[in-house]
Every structure is written in structure tokens, then in C-alpha cells.
């Protein structure tokens, strides 16, 4: 009977906090639909500027088990990566090492906290994401990659606000990225991108803390490149992409409760979030410029305690070698 009576109250607090204007469910601090095709292989020597956009729309909100939940509004985001990739013209165990960072990040609303039905809120700066340590190696046939990388809460956060763009906790990520060649020319490539993310703890209202659970994130894509040129010095490649995301551990700690007046309750009563998505991607390459564009749609075609959409990305990248590629010498 006093299992009846808990599992009970567990579902109406899950029931009443889905259905909260101010608290959906929480989401990883990665945004999935960053990778893909090539899955960030390290750059050649030198600064590379890469620019990702990304736009995010939803009107569903799934339950714990994949079911709809009434809701009102939608939930659309928009968010603007800058990012400066730095690769010295040296090498460890064989590898090439890069540091990146993340700045200036904007977004018009919350990537981990999404709310429903607020409108456009206006751009503000998001996080800081950095990337201080990876490690690649590039070989005939596979290209790798380990790194490790933080979030820091630089984004604007203020317990309970509508307008929150920053995450308002710290976190650690650990990423790798595979680019496998099915063809001795690299013209088919299979692609596996992993990041595991650990979390610090954020400040609610009603004098609550909370450390939301750990995430796992894959994206994955198959591609095919094309010369559209003779001499190679334009390509198109296209593939098809996708990406998976859960929650791989309980929240700590403890949240409001959504009933006025009650005590707070243990943030593990929070249901785990999941989400997969498949879609396309598009790139053209100027491999002699150094300069890349890309487009990437994706629907989302299950999602449990989250939002489910769609996400678009464009973005392109360039190059700045250094030292300067030698004519006729391939690299």
C-alpha cells in the first residue's frame, strides 16, 4: 500500500512538473547536431574559424515513456557558435594536439532548461564552451581523435527566471571523433562522434540545489564525396547524419516542488531524458581555399521527458595555415 501510494505521488509530481510553463525537463549541455559528417577531424596547422548555426523548434513534449504531454506554445531556440581552433605545427605521439574555444556564443533562450510558449526573447550570451586538450592521428584509412573539453556558466542565470540563457552549473566532457574511409580514395567515410558529459551543481529557487544527471551523446553520419571539378579543387559531399542523446545517471540534490508550499523534493524523482534524431547533411569544400559550408537537417522520431523537433545547422569553416601548404604537396 505505502508503494502504491509513492509511485502514486511520484506520478502526479512528474505530471505536474512536465506540465510546468517554467520547468520542462532538463537537457545535456552538448547540443546534438554539432557533428556529422568528417566528425571534427583536427585541422591542419594553423587557426581555424568555424561558425555553427543552430536552429531548434518543437511544439511536443514527451513524458517519461514517449507519450505526448499537453502542452502550450512551442519551444524554438536559436543559437550562434563561434569557435577558434588552434593547431601548432608540432606533434605528440605522433598525433596532432589542438585547443579551442568556444566565444562569442549567443542564443535567444535556454538550451538545458527549455520553457514553452515564451516567444523570442532576444539574444544573449551563452556559456563558454573550451576545448584545452585533443589529440588526433590521421592515417590512410581512419582519422582520430580524444579530447576533453569544460562548459563554463558564463551565460546569463538567475534561479527560476524566464529569460535564462546560460546553464548556470559547470561541466566536464569528454569527446572522441571517427572518420573511417570505406574507399582508398577517402571519398566514402563512415563517422562516429561521442561525448560524455559530467556536471557541476546549480542553484534553484526555494533554496535548492540541484546536479543534474550525466549525458551521453552520439552523432553519426555516412557520406559520399564528390568532385565537382576535375582538378578536385571543389567537392560536394553528401551523407546521411544522425544523433542520440540520454541521461545515463539520476539528478542530485533537491528541486521545488511544483505543489505551493511543499517541501523541496529529491531532484532523482526527475524522469531521464533521451532523444534520436536522423536526417541529411550537405557540404561544399574548397580544399585548396581551406574553406568548407555545410547544412544539416534533422527530425527527431523518438524522445522520452524532453521536447521532440526538428534541428537545422548551417555553419562553414576556414582555415588559416601556418605555416603555408607547400604547392603540389599533399597533406
Known sequence: MHRYLLMHSVGIFTLLLLNSSLAAQQRGQWIPGQMGLNARIVPEPGMTFVNIDIDYTSSKLN????????????????????????????????????????QPTVANGSA?????????????AADTFVQPFTLGWSMKRVAFYGAYGFFAPTGRYTPGAANNIGSGYWGDHFMTGTTLYLTKNQGTSANLFTDWEFHGSKQGTNNTRSTPGQAFTTEWGVGQALPLKKDLSMLAQLGGVGYDQWQVSDNGGTIPNPIPGGAPLPASLLPRYSVHAAGLQANFIMPGKNLSAFFKSYWEYSATARPIGRTLVIGGTWTLRIPKAQPGKSH
Do not use: C, H
Open 63 to 102: 513524458g517519461p515513456r514517449g507519450n505526448g504531454v499537453p502542452i502550450q506554445g512551442s519551444y524554438d531556440i536559436w543559437a550562434v557558435e563561434n569557435l577558434i581552433y588552434y593547431v601548432p605545427d608540432s606533434k605528440l605521439l605522433g598525433g596532432k594536439v589542438g585547443f579551442m574555444i568556444g
Open 112 to 124: 538545458t532548461l527549455p520553457q514553452f510558449g515564451l516567444g523570442f526573447g532576444g539574444f544573449g
